[in-house]
Nanobody, 122 residues
């Protein structure tokens, strides 16, 4: 399984970005997909996850602003980010895991993409 994240960039505070993650593999629809982020000098942190029946889970810091979705026909997962804040600045990673729940734990995700930079200016 290979993951390719894209869609990052530079945006002003209050703006929006949509991240995409393309996933190779024939069993994409069975994976839980997650988005994580890592700012310089910090640990990787959970952002959002969506499981095989599209149950979702969000970090408190992004609830109401970010939306995770998936398109099983296209092997794609998305992260729509609205009302962006400077503290959302980080490298964003998509991940795939063989877990039923939309987990926030990094250790349940087996496959990771290379990351895409999101920078929010104040």
């Amino acid at each position: 399984v290979q993951l390719q994240a894209s869609g990052g960039g530079l945006v002003q505070a209050g703006g929006s970005l949509r991240l995409s993650c393309a996933v190779s593999g024939r069993t994409f629809n069975m994976y839980t997909m997650g988005w994580f982020r890592q700012a310089p000098g910090t640990d990787r942190e959970f952002v959002a996850a969506i499981n095989w029946v599209s149950a979702t889970n969000y970090a408190d810091s992004v609830k109401g602003r970010f939306t995770i979705s998936r398109d099983n026909a296209k092997n794609m997962v998305y992260l729509q980010m609205n009302a962006l804040k400077p503290e959302d600045t980080a490298v964003y990673y998509c991940a795939a895991g063989n877990t039923r729940a939309p987990s926030e734990r990094t250790d349940v995700y087996n496959y990771w993409g290379q990351g895409t930079q999101v920078t929010v200016s104040s």
